[in-house]
Antibody, heavy 123, light 106 residues
Framework: EVQLLESGGGLVQPGGSLRLSCTTS????????MSWARQAPGKGLEWVAV????????YYADSVKGRFTISRDNSKNTLYLQMNSLRAEDTAVYYC????????????????WGQGTLVTVSS | IHLTQSPSSLSASVGDRVTITCRAS??????LAWYQQKPGKAPKLLIY???TLQSGVPSRFSGSGSGTDFTLTISSLQPEDFATYYC?????????FGGGTKVEIK
């Protein structure tokens, strides 16, 4: 059974930093790209970043580029999101998601999601 | 690529046929997915490649369209289908989601 468990959320002041983790099980982690998405309270979904299985290919949303860093440790089956220079508008539930296999496509949807971790940026 | 979903909300009864549309700001071929999200829960993948049903998803859900105009149809609405639905384009980065359509009980 695929399981994704986010951790590391909490309250942080504007300008501060936070690192989110997503521990996984139930699949061969290194074989799959992984992604982060977020959802501000009462709002819709926003994609944040994606990283390939080997970590060599990474893309970011414009809203977080230069402030957030996605990474992974395949020996620990864990995905990370380092968030720096946090702003009030970064307040959201952050989800990690497994990217599905879809032959012939390099950009693929998310077939499993974690339950999310809440990040609140406020003074 | 901007995705516009309509309507933003709708009220329907059990057994109704429901249609949600998603319009892309440019041609995305068939690179579109649909997700369902219930309150306090993570999204769930329903359909990808515009019309391919994800494993385990009931056949009352279907998707169609290509280019810029897409549709998610629920053929006979069930109590467990009351939720918010999002489209997502997978044509190019940055990935984007539509604004969502909330399906409520009439």
């Amino acid at each position: 059974e695929v399981q994704l468990l986010e951790s590391g959320g909490g309250l942080v002041q504007p300008g501060g930093s936070l690192r989110l983790s997503c521990t996984t099980s139930g699949f061969t982690f290194s074989n799959y790209a992984m992604s982060w998405a977020r959802q501000a309270p009462g709002k819709g979904l926003e994609w944040v970043a994606v990283i390939s299985g080997g970590g060599g290919s990474i893309y970011y949303a414009d809203s977080v580029k230069g402030r957030f860093t996605i990474s992974r440790d395949n020996s620990k089956n864990t995905l990370y999101l380092q968030m720096n220079s946090l702003r009030a508008e970064d307040t959201a539930v952050y989800y990690c998601a497994k990217v599905m296999v879809q032959p012939g496509r390099t950009i693929r949807p998310f077939d499993f999601w974690g339950q999310g971790t809440l990040v609140t940026v406020s003074s | 690529i901007h995705l516009t979903q309509s309507p933003s909300s709708l009220s329907a009864s059990v057994g109704d046929r429901v249609t949600i549309t998603c319009r892309a700001s440019q041609d995305i071929s068939s690179h579109l997915a649909w997700y369902q999200q219930k309150p306090g829960k993570a999204p769930k993948l329903l359909i990808y490649a515009a019309s391919t049903l994800q494993s385990g998803v009931p056949s009352r859900f279907s998707g169609s369209g290509s280019g810029t105009d897409f549709t998610l149809t629920i053929s006979s609405l069930q109590p467990e289908d009351f939720a918010t639905y999002y489209c997502q384009q997978l044509n190019s980065y940055p990935l984007t989601f539509g604004g969502g359509t909330k399906v409520e009980i009439k």
